[in-house]
């Protein structure tokens, strides 16, 4: 019923940047999350970024200053620029939506991408 779809992810250097994108589709109402999560191998996804509906942010600790999150309502799609690239970065990122009305009376949650690989690396 939902499909988030990740692009944007790539090689890049120390201290570059990428733009990652996540386009939702559909039959969507509204979206109240929308976030990147992130995870390598033998550890847990962790949150890096979640947006509101109304714009509202939270950060993980480690990307404040670095990253920042936004959306497009009107295209169902949220946006991680990530500047100053550290090797600590790479990771798959996750596109993640939550509370997703997908009629008037219908609400999911946690529908996942399925990643885009970032890697930082010189």
């Known amino acids: 019923q939902v499909q988030l779809v990740e692009s944007g992810g790539g090689l890049v250097q120390p201290g570059g940047s990428l733009r990652l994108s996540c386009a939702a589709s559909?039959?969507?109402?509204?979206?109240?999350?929308m976030g990147w999560y992130r995870q390598v191998p033998g550890k847990q996804r962790e949150l890096v970024a979640r947006?509101?509906?109304?714009?509202?942010?939270n950060y993980a600790d480690s990307v404040k200053g670095r990253f920042t999150i936004s959306r497009d309502n009107a295209k169902n799609t949220v946006y991680l620029q990530m500047n100053s690239l550290k090797p600590e970065d790479t990771a798959v990122y996750y596109c993640?939506?939550?509370?997703?009305?997908?009629?008037?009376?219908?609400?999911?949650?946690?529908?996942w991408g399925k990643g885009t690989q970032v890697t930082v690396s010189s």
């Open positions: 993640n939506a939550d509370q997703i009305w997908v009629t008037a009376l219908q609400l999911v949650r946690d529908n």
């Open positions: 559909g039959s969507i109402f509204s979206i109240n999350y």
């Open positions: 947006i509101s509906s109304d714009k509202s942010t």
